[in-house]
């Protein structure tokens, strides 16, 4: 018999407590001995089936393919609320230290957040500032050991054993001329609480810093293992390796170059003679399938192999050089993306990796700063057009050459494409503008839980931004309308919704706050097992998806709207509005109105 989980099992003491404060005659009625346990242990293997039964979806591929057009996008019902609800009613600043420094900035500045250790951060020359975004009026941590200015900022989980405990996270700092180790330490106030990241330290570590050499690096990303990889301006990814000590094989801190090939047998003069180097943008880790991807400013991507247990030496598979030839020959890339199309408007902007919880077929998407997207697979078995479909449940087993721990990636092949998001009606409006009439810039993207969020330059001076969000829509016929019969998978039809009111500034960066089911691992593995399930049952084991917006004016959370909230909000009006009608001593009055409601 499976055990409950130990919420549940909390919940059996207070029962057995509560019952046997009752008296004798009132215990026949609640007798602790009636089988209690027996029967929360049934409810429990219920509620997990239930759970498990509503995770069987599609791939994500296959509802991708078979979207028809003019099923692509819905928007929610006129006079009903908006999907995205921000948490407070006014957007707070940013705080007066870090506005004090920006109108010094000589060098440059750069802001983001950290959802790990709920912060904020921002740079400004040679100084970094962190504060809490869930906290108004927080006091920012200041670091400013370096002299250079500050042109890179991550966050990364230690190794195990190379720090002390104390240490939860890595802070990575790259300046002009050195890059720096620091440990971040969280932990509740010194009177005690439930916050574990209400107080926060930085660690300076003296022995874990490296010279840049003459390297400017552009951007960061961190493996669950605690891997570090850096992305710089010369177009090379290097991957910075600390241990607990040195050893003769390798320094305590040290910088190693992934890619270059022979060019890093050469002299530095010679170098050029390859051509211009093109800046890495981004670098994206896949935790699940061991995988490390970099974007360049001209929309090239690599593809890294890390092994199959992810610690292996990361080995260049893969690149994809011309991403509008390869996407435009495909069916539906021939109508999302044209060649000869505008090519800053088709530059790749972001690179998200798809769970494999949402798909064993599509591993990358890349959207365009207009907001187009496209699907990629790191399989070269795996084609437009490929026929392998099926129920994706537990009970399911993972075909071989698309098991991460038996196949490799050996390639980076588009499969499809999706067109970019309309713009939702305004009021009294009933048709949707047109989205290929309508241009689209696109300043900071986020892909979370089967949920895209796109930050738009906004405003008659484009110091602005709308937000809007695009998530499957769950509340159409599941598989009655637009099904594949070789799959048997409907189209993915997606929910469109913007936050009512404009955002002061230019959106940087758009986070997640990670939060897990209520019912535990038990049920639900992973951190994104409700982004293809259905919401209606999700919404009763996890609370609303939150998200944190940085912009250069200040710091907004916001939340997803469940169904369930949604309903809630309409209540409410309705009650408001109920509550409000002037009273009436006319019983055929109070009817009619009661009838009209």
């Not at 500050?150 to 002390?164: D, M, S």
């Not at 038990?522 to 999700?538: K, R, T």
Request: with cysteine; glycine share 8%; net charge neutral.
């Amino acid at each position: 018999m499976a055990a409950p989980p130990p919420l549940w099992q909390h919940e059996v003491a207070s029962l057995a407590r509560e019952q046997a404060r009752i008296p004798a005659a009132a215990g026949q009625r609640l007798n602790a001995a009636d089988g209690g346990e027996e029967k929360l242990s049934e409810t429990w293997r219920h509620v997990k089936g239930v759970a498990r039964d509503e995770s069987k979806h599609h791939d994500l591929m296959d509802l991708v393919r078979n979207a028809r057009r003019e099923d692509t996008y819905q928007f929610p019902v006129a006079g009903w609320p908006s999907l995205l609800r921000p948490l407070s009613s006014v957007m707070p600043e940013l705080p007066a230290m870090v506005q004090d420094k920006y109108r010094t900035c000589q060098t440059m500045c750069f802001c983001g957040v950290f959802p790990e250790i709920r912060r904020a951060w921002a740079s400004v020359d040679n100084s970094l500032y962190l504060w809490r975004y869930d906290q108004s009026n927080d006091v920012p941590v200041e670091y400013c050991g370096e002299e250079q200015a500050i042109c890179c900022v991550g966050l990364a989980k230690p190794k195990p054993g190379v720090f002390l405990a104390a240490i939860q996270h890595v802070l990575v700092l790259a300046t002009t001329v050195e890059i720096v180790l620091l440990g971040v330490c969280t932990s509740p106030s010194k009177g005690g609480g439930s916050d574990h990241y209400e107080e926060l330290s930085l660690q300076p570590m003296p022995l874990y810093t490296l010279p840049s050499d003459n390297t400017i690096m552009t951007c960061f990303a961190s493996s669950a293992l605690g891997r570090i990889f850096m992305g710089a301006n010369d177009g090379h990814v290097y991957e910075i390796q600390y241990a607990a000590t040195d050893s003769w094989r390798q320094r305590r801190c040290s910088k190693v170059r992934v890619t270059g090939g022979i060019q890093q047998l050469l002299p530095g003069f010679l170098v050029p003679l390859f051509g211009q180097p093109t800046a890495l943008d981004k670098l994206v880790v896949d935790d699940e399938r061991h995988i490390l991807y970099s974007l360049a400013s001209n929309s090239a991507i690599q593809v890294f192999d890390l092994g199959a247990t992810g610690t292996a030496p990361a080995n260049k598979v893969a690149e994809l050089t011309d991403f509008l030839n390869e996407v435009a020959r495909l069916p539906t890339g021939r109508t999302v993306f044209a060649l000869g199309d505008d090519k800053w408007g088709t530059a790749i902007k972001y690179l998200a990796v798809i769970p494999m919880a949402e798909s064993w077929k599509v591993h990358l998407m890349a959207v365009t700063s207009n907001g187009r997207r496209a699907y990629f697979s790191t399989s070269n078995q795996v084609r437009a057009g490929s026929s392998w479909g099926g129920n994706r449940d537990g009970r399911t087993s993972i075909p071989s050459h698309l098991d991460p721990k038996v196949t490799r990636p050996n390639a980076l092949v588009a499969i499809d494409a999706r067109g970019p998001l309309p713009q939702p009606p305004a009021a009294g409006v009933r048709i949707a503008t047109d989205p290929a009439s309508r241009p689209m810039d696109v300043t900071a993207v986020l892909y979370a839980q089967g949920t895209l969020v796109l930050a738009e330059a906004s405003g008659p001076d484009g110091k602005a931004t709308k937000l809007l969000m695009a998530a499957r829509n769950h509340t159409l016929p599941p598989a009655t309308v637009n099904v594949n019969f070789a799959s048997g998978a409907p189209g993915l039809r997606e929910m469109v919704s913007d936050l009512n009111s404009f955002i002061p500034g230019e959106t940087a960066a758009i986070g997640c706050i990670p939060q897990a089911s209520v019912l535990g691992p038990e049920v639900h593995p992973g951190g994104s097992w409700g982004a293809m399930q259905d919401e209606l049952v999700a919404q009763m084991f996890s609370g609303p998806q939150q998200l944190v917006v940085v912009s250069t004016a200040g710091v907004l959370e916001l939340e997803r709207r469940r169904p369930v909230d949604v309903l809630q909000a309409l209540l409410a009006v309705r009650t408001v509005t109920r509550t409000s009608r002037p009273t009436c001593s006319c019983s055929a009055t109070r009817h009619a109105a009661d009838v009209a409601d």
